[in-house]
């Protein structure tokens, strides 16, 4: 049996993000949840706080509203690269592939960056053994805990 030679750059296209399609009673929730800490804001003269509620209320729902975009995937000889963004692997920790279809198909990157400290990208239909075999010749193999955000983000469908 011939095992197949993976070349690089190895590429993917994927949706920036898995879409959930948000119905009206969705929007409905994030406007009455965010009327509901308006109110609760004024009643407590915190204007700033209130401001910021309206504020964050309409970015939610705009972002809900929001089709993800085709976004081009590529593992190169000099990091991983997304779009144009190209992150060197000595600026990565490690990587771990969340491998559960339909629900999760997608590659984790731990970033050394304090701000950015995971990288979340979508497989698509890449192999996903392919891809680890590629990252192990650059990067270790971690498991990721997906963290309460993460759950929560995928209970709210977001």
């Given at each position: 049996?011939?095992?197949k030679e993976?070349?690089?750059?190895?590429?993917?296209?994927a949706p920036?993000?898995?879409?959930?399609?948000?119905?009206?009673?969705?929007?409905?929730?994030?406007?009455?949840?965010?009327?509901?800490?308006?109110?609760?804001?004024?009643?407590?003269?915190?204007?700033?706080?209130?401001?910021?509620?309206?504020?964050?209320?309409?970015?939610?729902?705009?972002?809900?509203?929001?089709?993800?975009?085709?976004?081009?995937?590529?593992?190169?000889?000099?990091?991983?690269?997304?779009?144009?963004?190209?992150?060197?692997?000595?600026?990565?920790?490690?990587?771990?592939?969340?491998?559960?279809?339909?629900?999760?198909?997608?590659?984790v990157i731990?970033?050394?960056?304090?701000?950015?400290?995971?990288?979340?990208?979508?497989?698509?239909?890449?192999?996903?053994?392919?891809?680890?075999?590629?990252?192990?010749?650059?990067?270790?193999?971690?498991?990721?805990?997906?963290?309460?955000?993460?759950?929560?983000?995928?209970?709210?469908?977001?």
């Amino acid at each position: 049996m011939n095992k197949k030679e993976l070349q690089l750059p190895l590429s993917w296209q994927a949706p920036e993000y898995n879409y959930n399609q948000k119905s009206a009673d969705w929007f409905w929730i994030v406007g009455i949840f965010s009327l509901t800490l308006f109110a609760v804001a004024l009643i407590f003269n915190n204007t700033l706080f209130a401001i910021f509620i309206i504020i964050a209320g309409f970015t939610i729902a705009m972002y809900g509203a929001r089709r993800p975009r085709i976004i081009q995937f590529s593992i190169t000889i000099r990091g991983f690269q997304i779009g144009k963004n190209l992150f060197p692997y000595n600026t990565l920790k490690s990587f771990w592939i969340h491998y559960d279809p339909p629900f999760k198909k997608e590659l984790v990157i731990q970033s050394e960056k304090m701000f950015m400290p995971h990288i979340k990208i979508p497989l698509g239909d890449a192999d996903p053994n392919d891809i680890r075999e590629i990252l192990l010749k650059f990067l270790k193999e971690k498991e990721y805990e997906e963290s309460l955000i993460d759950a929560i983000g995928d209970y709210l469908k977001f």
